[in-house]
């Protein structure tokens, strides 16, 4: 899946229509079938609306443009990224944090409990969890995409191939997870300074975060709009209104990717059958696989093939 290609002509109302799976209702499909492309809105990728609703017209309309140019950026162009060889990047991180573990509270820590990211920065998707705990069979010396952890099995389980690019906010293992509720600020710093040079780095131009505090951090610490979405796809920002849809901006592109909140897979555990959260993070995974633009006669199209959370 190192693929990461975009389309650059003009959106056709013949291949772009508002796609079935999402469920858009019947009134917007026929009129969509015979649409121009004045009467459809272009997210990203594959994923296109009907025109939005009046409320959200200006700020939509001053978006779009800047959408437009990051749905034709090649990111293979991207140039001074961090990151330019993951497992010398990952052993500096590992020195550098450990040392200040260490400094920090004053005995050595294991440098085996810090996880690795997972697939590859051309992945076109990326996967962002809080902190890896203790619940896993491979406890040192191993990466984020762990099937024998319940939540990441989840997580594989959905918009994944085994290049997609899977890592965490904090690194560290954690018996709580709560590293960014409760290291020192220097400590902090460190992950969040490494987990910045893998986004810099990647050339994804969709990323799914997991966990509500999670999405409030990289509000709190990057520059993001805050995009609602429309439709079928309202859900996505009326769930969690203080992070919906959010758009990391850029100096020469105004934004660099669009990011996508969804629930925890724990709390996925205890959600009935077909009820809302699980139907919601259902809409959440099938606009991320549309956004990601993979064509399904691709390896990477598989992407698209997502277990329902609430089927």
């Given at each position: 899946m190192a693929s990461s290609r975009t389309r650059t002509g003009p959106l056709s109302g013949a291949s772009r229509h508002p796609d079935p799976s999402l469920a858009i209702p019947e009134q917007v499909e026929e009129q969509a079938s015979g649409a121009d492309d004045a009467e459809l809105y272009l997210v990203l990728g594959n994923l296109v609306l009907?025109?939005?609703?009046?409320?959200?017209?200006?700020?939509?309309?001053?978006?779009?443009?800047?959408?437009?140019?990051?749905?034709?950026?090649?990111?293979?162009?991207?140039?001074?990224?961090?990151?330019?060889?993951?497992?010398?990047?990952?052993?500096?991180?590992?020195?550098?944090?450990?040392?200040?573990?260490?400094s920090v509270f004053q005995q050595p820590p294991s440098p085996g409990l810090l996880v690795k990211l997972s697939g590859s920065l051309a992945s076109p998707l990326a996967h962002r969890l809080h902190q890896p705990s203790f619940?896993?069979?491979?406890?040192?010396?191993?990466?984020?995409?762990?099937?024998?952890?319940?939540?990441?099995?989840m997580v594989m389980g959905n918009?994944?191939?085994?290049?997609?690019?899977?890592?965490?906010?904090?690194?560290?293992?954690?018996?709580?997870?709560?590293?960014?509720?409760?290291?020192p600020p220097r400590l902090l710093s460190s992950h969040e300074d490494y987990t910045r040079d893998i986004a810099q780095s990647m050339t994804a131009k969709v990323e799914i975060l997991y966990w509500k505090k999670l999405q409030q951090r990289v509000l709190q610490t990057q520059d993001c709009?805050?995009?609602?979405?429309?439709?079928?796809?309202?859900?996505?920002?009326?769930?969690?209104?203080?992070?919906?849809?959010?758009?990391?901006?850029?100096?020469?592109?105004?934004?660099?990717?669009?990011?996508?909140?969804?629930?925890?897979?724990?709390?996925?555990?205890?959600?009935?059958?077909?009820?809302?959260?699980?139907?919601?993070q259902d809409k959440a995974m099938k606009a991320a696989a549309l956004m990601a633009d993979e064509d399904e006669e691709d390896e990477a199209g598989k992407l698209e093939k997502i277990a329902e959370w609430g089927a």
């Amino acid at each position: 899946m190192a693929s990461s290609r975009t389309r650059t002509g003009p959106l056709s109302g013949a291949s772009r229509h508002p796609d079935p799976s999402l469920a858009i209702p019947e009134q917007v499909e026929e009129q969509a079938s015979g649409a121009d492309d004045a009467e459809l809105y272009l997210v990203l990728g594959n994923l296109v609306l009907p025109r939005p609703p009046q409320e959200l017209k200006d700020r939509t309309e001053k978006w779009e443009p800047h959408l437009a140019k990051l749905n034709a950026r090649n990111m293979e162009d991207l140039r001074d990224r961090p990151i330019k060889d993951l497992d010398k990047s990952f052993l500096d991180f590992q020195a550098q944090e450990s040392e200040i573990f260490q400094s920090v509270f004053q005995q050595p820590p294991s440098p085996g409990l810090l996880v690795k990211l997972s697939g590859s920065l051309a992945s076109p998707l990326a996967h962002r969890l809080h902190q890896p705990s203790f619940t896993t069979d491979c406890r040192d010396n191993a990466e984020t995409a762990d099937p024998s952890n319940g939540c990441l099995a989840m997580v594989m389980g959905n918009v994944y191939t085994p290049d997609t690019l899977v890592f965490d906010h904090v690194h560290r293992r954690d018996a709580q997870s709560e590293g960014i509720q409760q290291y020192p600020p220097r400590l902090l710093s460190s992950h969040e300074d490494y987990t910045r040079d893998i986004a810099q780095s990647m050339t994804a131009k969709v990323e799914i975060l997991y966990w509500k505090k999670l999405q409030q951090r990289v509000l709190q610490t990057q520059d993001c709009e805050i995009l609602p979405l429309w439709g079928d796809l309202k859900a996505l920002s009326s769930c969690w209104p203080s992070s919906p849809v959010m758009v990391m901006q850029t100096l020469k592109y105004r934004f660099r990717r669009v990011m996508l909140d969804a629930r925890h897979p724990q709390h996925m555990f205890y959600q009935s059958r077909g009820n809302v959260t699980a139907l919601r993070q259902d809409k959440a995974m099938k606009a991320a696989a549309l956004m990601a633009d993979e064509d399904e006669e691709d390896e990477a199209g598989k992407l698209e093939k997502i277990a329902e959370w609430g089927a």
